[in-house]
């Protein structure tokens, strides 16, 4: 931990010089870009401080229980079609019903028969027969977010615990997913939490790393919390690259405010992935433009 620490008051021209090379060794320079649909949203039951969809916040969002197979189809078509080369069925709630998870293991049959792109899915917490289900349907991985440190998480989320995330991941894992999590900077955790997260993903050995950034929604518990500042999050990215140099690390929700002008650093700071389009209960920005954006920066997109 106190060596990781060290990186925090590193000059950043140089921290992400480091973090680009290990990009560079470890990854290339072919970025993957993920997309998502909100297959199911708001009166969620968990507390989380930051979530819009939480039944404990009033956010004015939409609220609609889970979509049809051939909706989830259709926006997966459109996203393959707009750049995406993965795409993840997202849902709202601690644990979906029997019923749902075979509802979305028939629609992530069809997607990879029909669409032919690499499919993942956020469902909550998991059983070993859910993720069975979800295996033999032919999802590739599945993304469960620890969103912070454990040390941390009493802070942001009260109604179900760290272990039983760490519990979901494993199960994933134990079937033969692919597993892909991270979390939210910005939250009011101090550097020695975002460090503490990092090493917790290292050792449990995910694929993927998702980073968000908070934008703080109102009537949520943290609508007040400060905008995280660009060069914090430029340094969040590299010191992650540096503690997890195999690993992709996708940038996702809250750059476009967060980082402005800067987000054709992400790629500099570490990052091999791009989220692209809407978020869950947010717009995101311009695919052309994030596609644009990749091209001239002088990289491929994966695929």
């Avoid at 499919?119 to 469960?144: N, Q």
């Avoid at 997260?197 to 934008?215: H, Q, R, Y």
């Avoid at 750059?255 to 987000?263: A, F, G, N, S, T």
Wanted: glycine share 6%.
């Amino acid at each position: 931990m106190r060596k990781f620490l060290e990186l925090v008051n590193m000059d950043l021209k140089e921290l992400l010089s480091i973090a680009n090379r290990i990009r560079e060794e470890k990854k290339g320079n072919t970025i993957f870009t993920c997309s998502i649909i909100n297959a199911k949203s708001g009166q969620c039951s968990e507390d989380c401080a930051f979530c819009a969809q939480s039944k404990y916040h009033r956010t004015n969002i939409k609220v609609y229980p889970l979509i049809s197979k051939e909706e989830i189809l259709r926006r997966a078509d459109d996203m393959k079609r707009s750049g995406a080369t993965r795409f993840s069925i997202v849902t709202s709630g601690k644990k979906l019903s029997k019923r749902e998870i075979d509802k979305i293991s028939d629609a992530i049959r069809e997607i990879k028969e029909k669409v032919k792109i690499s499919v993942c899915a956020s469902l909550g917490i998991l059983d070993r027969d859910m993720a069975k289900k979800l295996k033999e349907a032919g999802l590739d991985r599945y993304h469960h977010n620890l969103e912070t440190s454990k040390s941390f998480f009493p802070n942001i989320c009260t109604t179900h615990s760290y272990e039983e995330d760490i519990e979901t991941l494993e199960i994933a894992k134990e079937v033969g997913l692919k597993v892909c999590s991270g979390g939210i900077i910005g939250l009011g955790e101090g550097w020695e939490h975002r460090i503490e997260l990092a090493l917790t993903l290292k050792k449990m050995d995910v694929d993927s790393i998702p980073i968000n950034f908070l934008i703080p929604i109102a009537g949520t518990r943290l609508e007040n919390m400060p905008l995280l500042s660009p060069s914090d999050a430029l340094k969040a990215i590299a010191i992650l690259r540096i503690i997890n140099p195999e690993k992709d690390i996708t940038i996702c929700g809250g750059r476009e405010k967060v980082l402005r002008e800067e987000q054709d650093k992400i790629f500099f700071a570490g990052a091999n992935g791009l989220m692209i389009g809407d978020y869950l209960t947010t717009k995101g920005r311009s695919i052309e433009d994030d596609i644009r954006m990749i091209k001239e920066l002088g990289m491929r997109i994966e695929g």
